[in-house]
Protein backbone atom coordinates (compact mmCIF):
# COMPACT_ATOMS: atom_id res chain seq x y z
CA UNK A 1 0.00 0.00 0.00
CA UNK A 2 2.77 2.67 0.96
CA UNK A 3 4.32 1.49 -2.52
CA UNK A 4 1.20 2.52 -4.35
CA UNK A 5 1.11 6.17 -2.50
CA UNK A 6 4.77 6.51 -3.17
CA UNK A 7 4.00 6.21 -6.98
CA UNK A 8 1.30 8.02 -6.94
CA UNK A 9 2.93 10.78 -4.78
CA UNK A 10 5.61 10.85 -7.90
CA UNK A 11 3.52 11.05 -9.88
CA UNK A 12 1.36 13.97 -8.48
CA UNK A 13 4.99 16.01 -8.19
CA UNK A 14 5.23 15.34 -12.37
CA UNK A 15 2.18 17.00 -12.60
CA UNK A 16 2.86 20.05 -10.89
CA UNK A 17 6.14 20.50 -13.18
CA UNK A 18 3.44 19.51 -16.09
CA UNK A 19 0.83 22.10 -14.84
CA UNK A 20 3.39 25.27 -14.48
CA UNK A 21 4.91 24.15 -18.13
CA UNK A 22 1.10 24.33 -19.56
CA UNK A 23 0.52 27.80 -17.99
CA UNK A 24 3.55 29.25 -18.42
CA UNK A 25 2.93 28.17 -22.44
CA UNK A 26 -0.31 30.45 -22.64
CA UNK A 27 1.52 33.20 -20.68
CA UNK A 28 4.43 32.98 -23.38
CA UNK A 29 0.95 33.49 -26.02
CA UNK A 30 0.88 36.98 -24.50
CA UNK A 31 -2.32 36.00 -22.90
CA UNK A 32 -3.61 38.52 -19.99
CA UNK A 33 -3.52 37.59 -16.79
CA UNK A 34 -6.73 36.94 -15.90
CA UNK A 35 -6.90 34.41 -18.98
CA UNK A 36 -3.49 32.53 -17.50
CA UNK A 37 -5.32 32.61 -13.97
CA UNK A 38 -8.05 31.30 -15.54
CA UNK A 39 -6.67 28.53 -17.85
CA UNK A 40 -4.68 27.21 -14.27
CA UNK A 41 -8.09 26.77 -12.28
CA UNK A 42 -9.07 24.68 -14.99
CA UNK A 43 -6.12 22.99 -15.01
CA UNK A 44 -6.64 22.46 -10.42
CA UNK A 45 -10.12 22.06 -10.76
CA UNK A 46 -10.48 19.42 -13.52
CA UNK A 47 -7.29 16.68 -13.76
CA UNK A 48 -5.65 15.56 -10.84
CA UNK A 49 -7.96 14.39 -8.03
CA UNK A 50 -9.22 11.16 -9.70
CA UNK A 51 -8.17 7.56 -9.23
CA UNK A 52 -4.91 8.55 -11.55
CA UNK A 53 -5.30 4.67 -12.89
CA UNK A 54 -4.95 4.97 -16.71
CA UNK A 55 -2.04 7.58 -16.24
CA UNK A 56 -0.13 5.76 -13.94
CA UNK A 57 -0.51 2.44 -15.90
CA UNK A 58 1.43 4.41 -18.47
CA UNK A 59 4.41 4.78 -16.03
CA UNK A 60 3.94 0.95 -14.66
CA UNK A 61 4.14 -0.36 -18.12
CA UNK A 62 6.85 1.62 -19.35
CA UNK A 63 8.90 0.30 -16.18
CA UNK A 64 8.11 -3.43 -17.00
CA UNK A 65 8.94 -2.90 -20.77
CA UNK A 66 12.19 -1.27 -19.89
CA UNK A 67 12.86 -4.19 -17.61
CA UNK A 68 14.36 -1.82 -14.65
CA UNK A 69 13.33 1.67 -13.05
CA UNK A 70 13.32 3.92 -15.04
CA UNK A 71 15.88 7.03 -14.73
CA UNK A 72 14.68 10.95 -14.50
CA UNK A 73 14.37 11.65 -17.86
CA UNK A 74 12.16 8.30 -18.99
CA UNK A 75 9.94 8.96 -16.08
CA UNK A 76 9.23 12.32 -16.77
CA UNK A 77 8.85 11.77 -20.67
CA UNK A 78 6.42 8.66 -19.46
CA UNK A 79 4.69 11.36 -16.67
CA UNK A 80 3.70 12.98 -19.26
CA UNK A 81 2.06 10.78 -21.41
CA UNK A 82 0.21 9.12 -18.51
CA UNK A 83 -0.69 13.18 -17.56
CA UNK A 84 -1.99 13.09 -21.10
CA UNK A 85 -4.37 10.52 -20.67
CA UNK A 86 -5.68 12.12 -17.75
CA UNK A 87 -6.05 15.63 -19.90
CA UNK A 88 -8.06 13.31 -22.38
CA UNK A 89 -10.30 12.36 -19.11
CA UNK A 90 -10.75 15.54 -18.45
CA UNK A 91 -11.23 16.44 -21.76
CA UNK A 92 -14.25 13.41 -21.52
CA UNK A 93 -15.39 14.03 -18.06
CA UNK A 94 -16.13 18.06 -18.83
CA UNK A 95 -17.81 17.44 -21.89
CA UNK A 96 -20.04 14.49 -20.70
CA UNK A 97 -21.09 15.99 -17.44
CA UNK A 98 -23.04 19.07 -19.38
CA UNK A 99 -24.21 16.43 -22.58
CA UNK A 100 -26.04 14.09 -18.97
CA UNK A 101 -27.05 17.54 -16.76
CA UNK A 102 -24.97 15.51 -14.13
CA UNK A 103 -24.86 17.64 -10.66
CA UNK A 104 -21.38 16.38 -9.01
CA UNK A 105 -18.34 14.76 -10.19
CA UNK A 106 -15.09 13.53 -7.98
CA UNK A 107 -17.19 14.92 -4.63
CA UNK A 108 -17.49 18.59 -6.17
CA UNK A 109 -20.01 20.26 -8.54
CA UNK A 110 -19.36 18.98 -12.29
CA UNK A 111 -17.29 22.08 -13.72
CA UNK A 112 -20.13 23.97 -15.43
CA UNK A 113 -22.10 24.18 -12.25
CA UNK A 114 -19.41 25.52 -10.32
CA UNK A 115 -19.58 29.50 -9.09
CA UNK A 116 -18.93 31.65 -12.38
CA UNK A 117 -18.15 29.28 -14.91
CA UNK A 118 -21.57 27.22 -16.95
CA UNK A 119 -20.82 27.09 -20.62
CA UNK A 120 -17.86 28.46 -21.16
CA UNK A 121 -16.56 24.73 -19.86
CA UNK A 122 -17.06 23.80 -23.09
CA UNK A 123 -14.28 25.93 -24.73
CA UNK A 124 -12.42 25.16 -21.09
CA UNK A 125 -12.70 21.06 -22.12
CA UNK A 126 -11.46 22.22 -25.55
CA UNK A 127 -8.18 23.75 -23.98
CA UNK A 128 -7.50 20.71 -21.98
CA UNK A 129 -7.27 18.45 -24.89
CA UNK A 130 -5.27 20.69 -26.70
CA UNK A 131 -3.23 20.94 -24.07
CA UNK A 132 -1.95 17.21 -24.77
CA UNK A 133 -0.99 18.36 -28.16
CA UNK A 134 1.15 20.95 -26.74
CA UNK A 135 3.30 18.79 -24.25
CA UNK A 136 3.92 16.03 -27.01
CA UNK A 137 4.95 18.66 -29.49
CA UNK A 138 7.25 20.46 -26.63
CA UNK A 139 8.75 16.94 -25.24
CA UNK A 140 8.33 14.46 -28.63
CA UNK A 141 8.63 16.10 -31.57
CA UNK A 142 12.09 15.30 -32.15
CA UNK A 143 11.26 11.54 -31.70
CA UNK A 144 11.29 9.05 -34.18
CA UNK A 145 7.30 8.00 -32.66
CA UNK A 146 6.23 11.37 -32.35
CA UNK A 147 3.76 10.84 -35.30
CA UNK A 148 2.71 7.58 -33.79
CA UNK A 149 1.72 9.37 -30.52
CA UNK A 150 -0.31 12.05 -31.95
CA UNK A 151 -2.03 9.10 -34.15
CA UNK A 152 -2.91 7.20 -31.29
CA UNK A 153 -4.24 10.51 -29.29
CA UNK A 154 -6.42 11.52 -32.04
CA UNK A 155 -7.84 7.93 -33.14
CA UNK A 156 -8.74 6.47 -29.34
CA UNK A 157 -9.97 10.62 -29.33
CA UNK A 158 -12.50 9.68 -31.92
CA UNK A 159 -13.49 6.29 -30.75
CA UNK A 160 -14.53 7.42 -27.26
CA UNK A 161 -16.51 9.84 -28.92
CA UNK A 162 -18.49 7.37 -31.39
CA UNK A 163 -18.49 4.98 -28.51
CA UNK A 164 -20.40 8.28 -26.64
CA UNK A 165 -22.33 9.12 -30.18
CA UNK A 166 -24.11 5.72 -29.18
CA UNK A 167 -24.34 6.08 -25.29
CA UNK A 168 -26.30 9.15 -26.12
CA UNK A 169 -28.54 8.15 -28.15
CA UNK A 170 -29.53 4.26 -27.29
CA UNK A 171 -29.98 5.83 -23.50
CA UNK A 172 -31.17 9.24 -22.86
CA UNK A 173 -31.81 9.63 -19.39
CA UNK A 174 -34.98 11.02 -20.10
CA UNK A 175 -36.50 8.73 -22.66
CA UNK A 176 -36.90 5.07 -21.53
CA UNK A 177 -36.94 2.45 -25.12
CA UNK A 178 -35.48 -0.93 -24.35
CA UNK A 179 -35.84 -1.91 -27.25
CA UNK A 180 -33.10 -0.12 -28.33
CA UNK A 181 -31.14 -2.16 -26.25
CA UNK A 182 -29.10 -4.90 -26.52
CA UNK A 183 -25.77 -6.90 -25.38
CA UNK A 184 -24.22 -6.21 -28.99
CA UNK A 185 -25.14 -2.45 -28.70
CA UNK A 186 -23.37 -2.36 -25.34
CA UNK A 187 -20.38 -4.07 -26.37
CA UNK A 188 -19.89 -1.48 -29.26
CA UNK A 189 -20.56 1.18 -26.31
CA UNK A 190 -18.07 -0.24 -24.01
CA UNK A 191 -15.11 -0.91 -26.21
CA UNK A 192 -15.66 2.40 -27.96
CA UNK A 193 -16.19 4.64 -24.57
CA UNK A 194 -13.77 2.90 -22.32
CA UNK A 195 -11.76 0.01 -23.41
CA UNK A 196 -9.72 1.64 -26.22
CA UNK A 197 -8.73 4.85 -23.84
CA UNK A 198 -8.49 3.50 -20.56
CA UNK A 199 -6.74 0.46 -21.15
CA UNK A 200 -5.05 0.25 -25.11
CA UNK A 201 -3.80 4.07 -24.83
CA UNK A 202 -1.78 3.96 -22.00
CA UNK A 203 -0.46 0.53 -22.77
CA UNK A 204 0.70 1.84 -26.56
CA UNK A 205 1.86 4.99 -25.37
CA UNK A 206 4.20 2.86 -23.07
CA UNK A 207 5.26 0.66 -26.30
CA UNK A 208 5.77 3.61 -28.25
CA UNK A 209 8.13 5.69 -25.88
CA UNK A 210 9.79 2.33 -25.45
CA UNK A 211 10.85 1.27 -28.83
CA UNK A 212 8.81 -1.62 -29.23
CA UNK A 213 8.13 -2.10 -33.37
CA UNK A 214 5.59 -2.87 -34.91
CA UNK A 215 6.61 -6.48 -35.64
CA UNK A 216 9.63 -8.79 -34.89
CA UNK A 217 10.45 -11.76 -35.34
CA UNK A 218 10.95 -14.35 -31.78
CA UNK A 219 11.24 -17.83 -31.60
CA UNK A 220 10.87 -17.69 -35.63
CA UNK A 221 7.20 -16.25 -34.96
CA UNK A 222 6.45 -13.05 -36.16
CA UNK A 223 4.74 -11.14 -33.30
CA UNK A 224 2.48 -7.88 -34.06
CA UNK A 225 2.76 -6.53 -30.39
CA UNK A 226 0.01 -3.57 -30.99
CA UNK A 227 -2.07 -6.32 -32.41
CA UNK A 228 -1.09 -8.43 -29.67
CA UNK A 229 -2.02 -5.63 -26.87
CA UNK A 230 -5.20 -4.44 -28.26
CA UNK A 231 -6.66 -8.38 -28.87
CA UNK A 232 -6.43 -8.43 -24.93
CA UNK A 233 -6.91 -4.87 -23.59
CA UNK A 234 -9.96 -4.64 -25.33
CA UNK A 235 -11.94 -7.73 -24.27
CA UNK A 236 -10.13 -6.73 -20.67
CA UNK A 237 -11.56 -3.26 -21.14
CA UNK A 238 -15.14 -4.97 -21.74
CA UNK A 239 -14.91 -6.96 -18.62
CA UNK A 240 -13.93 -4.02 -16.49
CA UNK A 241 -16.98 -2.53 -17.19
CA UNK A 242 -19.10 -5.31 -17.14
CA UNK A 243 -17.53 -5.86 -13.50
CA UNK A 244 -18.44 -2.35 -13.10
CA UNK A 245 -22.25 -2.65 -14.31
CA UNK A 246 -22.67 -5.52 -12.14
CA UNK A 247 -21.06 -3.98 -9.35
CA UNK A 248 -23.24 -1.02 -9.58
CA UNK A 249 -26.58 -3.80 -9.28
CA UNK A 250 -25.25 -5.77 -6.78
CA UNK A 251 -22.10 -4.29 -4.47
CA UNK A 252 -23.78 -2.52 -1.15
CA UNK A 253 -23.14 1.64 -1.05
CA UNK A 254 -20.65 1.07 1.85
CA UNK A 255 -18.77 -1.52 -0.05
CA UNK A 256 -19.20 0.09 -3.60
CA UNK A 257 -18.15 3.90 -1.77
CA UNK A 258 -21.48 5.26 -3.56
CA UNK A 259 -24.63 4.20 -4.33
CA UNK A 260 -25.65 2.42 -7.62
CA UNK A 261 -27.81 4.25 -10.08
CA UNK A 262 -27.85 2.27 -13.30
CA UNK A 263 -31.41 1.38 -12.82
CA UNK A 264 -32.72 5.15 -12.13
CA UNK A 265 -30.40 6.35 -14.95
CA UNK A 266 -31.97 4.23 -17.61
CA UNK A 267 -28.18 3.39 -18.33
CA UNK A 268 -27.38 0.37 -20.86
CA UNK A 269 -25.61 -1.48 -18.64
CA UNK A 270 -24.89 -5.23 -19.21
CA UNK A 271 -27.33 -6.38 -16.78
CA UNK A 272 -30.62 -5.19 -17.93
CA UNK A 273 -29.06 -6.14 -21.16
CA UNK A 274 -28.53 -9.61 -20.13
CA UNK A 275 -32.07 -9.31 -18.03
CA UNK A 276 -33.93 -8.50 -21.33
CA UNK A 277 -32.14 -11.63 -23.57
CA UNK A 278 -34.16 -14.45 -21.10
CA UNK A 279 -37.04 -12.69 -19.70
CA UNK A 280 -40.41 -13.68 -19.67
CA UNK A 281 -43.37 -11.43 -21.79
CA UNK A 282 -44.45 -10.87 -18.47
CA UNK A 283 -41.28 -9.75 -17.06
CA UNK A 284 -40.15 -7.72 -19.79
CA UNK A 285 -43.63 -5.81 -18.90
CA UNK A 286 -42.17 -5.20 -15.67
CA UNK A 287 -38.80 -3.40 -17.16
CA UNK A 288 -40.69 -1.99 -19.67
CA UNK A 289 -42.71 -0.21 -16.60
CA UNK A 290 -40.19 0.54 -14.27
CA UNK A 291 -36.55 0.79 -15.85
CA UNK A 292 -35.34 4.65 -16.05
CA UNK A 293 -38.19 5.72 -13.77
CA UNK A 294 -36.67 8.04 -11.35
CA UNK A 295 -38.45 6.07 -8.36
CA UNK A 296 -37.22 3.40 -5.81
CA UNK A 297 -40.35 1.51 -5.97
CA UNK A 298 -40.09 0.97 -9.49
CA UNK A 299 -35.85 0.07 -8.78
CA UNK A 300 -36.72 -2.26 -6.39
CA UNK A 301 -39.38 -3.94 -9.09
CA UNK A 302 -36.51 -3.77 -11.39
CA UNK A 303 -33.97 -5.40 -9.21
CA UNK A 304 -36.76 -8.68 -8.50
CA UNK A 305 -36.53 -9.49 -12.19
CA UNK A 306 -32.98 -9.18 -12.14
CA UNK A 307 -32.99 -11.68 -9.32
CA UNK A 308 -35.03 -13.58 -10.58
CA UNK A 309 -33.33 -14.03 -14.04
CA UNK A 310 -30.18 -15.16 -12.36
CA UNK A 311 -28.16 -12.28 -12.95
CA UNK A 312 -26.01 -12.81 -10.60
CA UNK A 313 -25.16 -16.68 -11.28
CA UNK A 314 -25.11 -15.68 -14.78
CA UNK A 315 -22.61 -12.98 -13.78
CA UNK A 316 -19.87 -15.50 -12.05
CA UNK A 317 -20.51 -17.90 -15.07
CA UNK A 318 -18.83 -14.70 -17.62
CA UNK A 319 -16.48 -14.18 -15.16
CA UNK A 320 -15.04 -17.21 -14.86
CA UNK A 321 -15.59 -17.37 -18.49
CA UNK A 322 -13.64 -14.52 -19.67
CA UNK A 323 -10.65 -14.83 -16.49
CA UNK A 324 -9.78 -17.98 -18.60
CA UNK A 325 -9.90 -16.29 -22.19
CA UNK A 326 -7.52 -13.67 -21.39
CA UNK A 327 -5.41 -15.88 -19.38
CA UNK A 328 -5.45 -17.85 -22.45
CA UNK A 329 -4.32 -14.74 -24.50
CA UNK A 330 -1.68 -13.84 -22.20
CA UNK A 331 0.02 -16.96 -22.18
CA UNK A 332 0.34 -16.87 -25.96
CA UNK A 333 2.57 -14.04 -26.25
CA UNK A 334 6.22 -14.71 -27.13
CA UNK A 335 8.17 -13.55 -24.50
CA UNK A 336 11.61 -12.09 -24.85
CA UNK A 337 14.42 -10.73 -22.61
CA UNK A 338 15.38 -7.52 -24.74
CA UNK A 339 13.79 -4.23 -24.08
CA UNK A 340 11.52 -3.81 -27.35
CA UNK A 341 9.29 -6.47 -26.65
CA UNK A 342 6.19 -6.95 -25.43
CA UNK A 343 6.05 -8.70 -21.50
CA UNK A 344 2.90 -10.73 -20.10
CA UNK A 345 3.43 -8.96 -17.11
CA UNK A 346 1.93 -6.10 -18.45
CA UNK A 347 -1.33 -7.40 -19.06
CA UNK A 348 -1.37 -10.36 -15.85
CA UNK A 349 -0.57 -7.12 -13.90
CA UNK A 350 -4.02 -4.89 -15.29
CA UNK A 351 -6.24 -8.60 -15.14
CA UNK A 352 -5.30 -8.78 -11.29
CA UNK A 353 -5.68 -5.99 -10.22
CA UNK A 354 -9.57 -6.12 -11.69
CA UNK A 355 -10.05 -9.87 -11.24
CA UNK A 356 -13.15 -10.08 -8.66
CA UNK A 357 -12.66 -6.62 -7.21
CA UNK A 358 -15.43 -5.09 -4.94
CA UNK A 359 -15.74 -1.87 -6.03
Not at 313 to 318: G, I, Q, S, V
Request: hydrophobic letters at 40%; aromatic letters at 12%; glycine letters at 6%.
Amino acid sequence: MADKAAKRAKFEAAWDRIRQELVSGIADEGMPKDAIDWFGKNLDYNVPGGKLNRGLSVVDTAEILKGSTLDDDEYYKAAILGWGVELLQAFFLVSDDIMDSSITRRGQPCYYRAPGIGMIAINDSFMLEGAIYYLLKKHFRSTPYYVDLLELFHDTTYQTEMGQLIDLITAPEDHVDLDKFSLKKHSLIVIYKTAYYSFYLPVALAMYMNGVPQSYTLEGKTVEPYKAALSILIPLGEYFQIQDDFLDFSAPPEVLGKIGTDILDNKCSWVINTALAVVTPDQRAVLDANYGRKDSAAEARVKEVFEAVGIRERYAKYEAEVYEKLNGLIAAIPEGPERGTIKREIFTSFLEKIYKRSK
